[in-house]
């Protein structure tokens, strides 16, 4: 693809890989990949018994991963998620909390875990900390993505809704909006 665009007068593309491991970003960087990312941070790996986890865990989570990818051979830009409630995806008539069907290891999504806790408060600390940890790392990444605009049924959503309204999306505005002229 890049010879193509350089045949073309135009600037190569800006790979970018969604990883969670150092090892996998070495293996981007050798493939010609230029940056990292992860698609979201659902857990802290601290669900409990009723299939809950706590968003100050996954809060502490996405710092660790941000701190971690550091070291990797590509700049990585910080994911902030908003939270994790894949439940709509399930059938209604399957008990919570879901059962490991015996053929399984192991959950099987969508019926796995539930984020609990996440307020637009704490997504926007959770956003100062992405900002803050973008102006320290010395390779300067150029963006944090947020995990995402209308994932309903997973949970994770900025656009308005009931209960809180537009807090999130003020929650961004206030973390990384421009201040008008």
């Known amino acids: 693809m890049d010879s193509r665009l350089a045949k073309a007068n135009v600037p190569p593309m800006h790979w970018n890989g969604m990883v969670q ?7 981007l960087a050798e493939a010609g990949f230029r940056s990292t990312s992860r698609y ?9 018994e009723d299939l809950t986890e706590d968003y100050a865990d996954v809060m502490e989570a996405h710092r660790d991963h941000w701190k971690k990818m550091s070291a990797a051979p590509l700049v990585n830009l ?3 998620t908003t939270g994790w409630d894949s439940t709509p995806r399930c059938r209604a008539d399957v008990p919570w909390p879901f059962p490991v069907p015996s053929w399984a290891k192991g ?3 969508p019926y796995g875990h539930v984020v609990v806790g996440s307020t637009p408060e704490r997504f926007e600390e ?6 803050k940890h973008v102006e320290q790392d010395p390779r300067k990444p150029f963006g944090v993505l947020l995990n995402a605009w209308n994932e309903w049924t997973e949970g994770c959503y900025l656009l ?5 309204a537009a807090a999130r999306l003020e929650a961004v505005k206030r973390t990384f909006g421009v201040a008008p002229k």
């Open 21 to 27: 491991r150092v090892e996998d970003a070495a293996l």
């Open 40 to 48: 979201n941070v659902a857990t802290a790996g601290k669900v409990r």
């Open 78 to 80: 910080p994911v902030v």
């Open 107 to 109: 959950r099987v999504y």
């Open 126 to 131: 959770l956003l100062h900390d992405a900002a």
């Open 160 to 164: 308005p809704e009931e209960r809180t």
